[in-house]
C-alpha cells in the first residue's frame, strides 16, 4: 500500500474575510482503499481512514472551540470515501470473496461508507454537514477515482 508510508493530517488557515467574519479552513487526504487485495488488507483501509476521519473531526472541533456562529468552516479534501450507489470495484471484490461466510457483513458496513463518513463529521447531524459536490452533481458523488468507462 503506497499511501502508507506518507503521513497524513489535517492543513489548518484561519482566515479573516471582510474586517468581520472568520473562515476556518481545513484541508485532507485520508488512506486510500485497496480492493483486490486480500481481506485484512482492504478493511485496515476503512480502519485506517475512519481513524483519521476522527481524529481530522477532533482537531476541527479544538480549533473552533471559540468559532463565532457566524464563521464558516470548510472541511476539503480527498475523502477516499466512495459515495456511488453502484460501486463497481466493491462487487467486485465481494464476488471474489463469496466463499468466506464472514464477509458480507463487513462489505455491506464499507459500502455503506459515505453515511458513515457523514455521520462521523456531522457528529450524528449535531452539525451541520453540507456536501458542495453532490448538490453540485444532483445528489450523486462523483467519481473521484478511476471507476469510471469510457463509452466513446
Do not use: W
Request: aromatic fraction near 10%.
Amino acid at each position: 500500500m503506497s499511501d502508507a508510508l506518507s503521513k497524513k493530517g489535517v492543513l489548518y488557515a484561519k482566515i479573516l474575510v471582510g474586517g468581520n467574519r472568520v473562515l476556518h479552513l481545513f484541508n485532507t487526504h485520508t488512506q486510500a482503499s485497496y480492493y483486490g487485495t486480500n481481506l485484512e488488507n482492504f478493511v485496515s483501509t476503512f480502519e485506517t481512514r475512519y481513524e483519521q476521519l476522527r481524529l481530522a473531526r477532533k482537531f476541527i472541533e479544538e480549533k473552533t472551540a471559540n468559532a463565532h456562529e457566524n464563521d464558516l468552516i470548510i472541511f476539503a479534501g480527498d475523502f477516499n470515501a466512495n459515495g456511488q450507489k453502484e460501486n463497481r470495484k466493491a462487487k467486485a471484490f465481494r464476488e471474489q470473496l463469496t466463499h468466506r461466510p464472514d464477509c458480507d457483513a463487513i462489505l455491506d458496513e464499507l459500502e455503506n461508507e459515505y453515511k458513515t463518513m457523514y455521520n462521523l463529521l456531522s457528529k450524528n447531524g449535531e452539525d451541520k454537514l453540507v456536501d458542495c459536490a453532490r448538490i453540485a452533481n444532483k445528489g450523486e458523488s462523483p467519481i473521484t477515482y478511476a471507476d469510471v468507462v469510457a463509452d466513446f
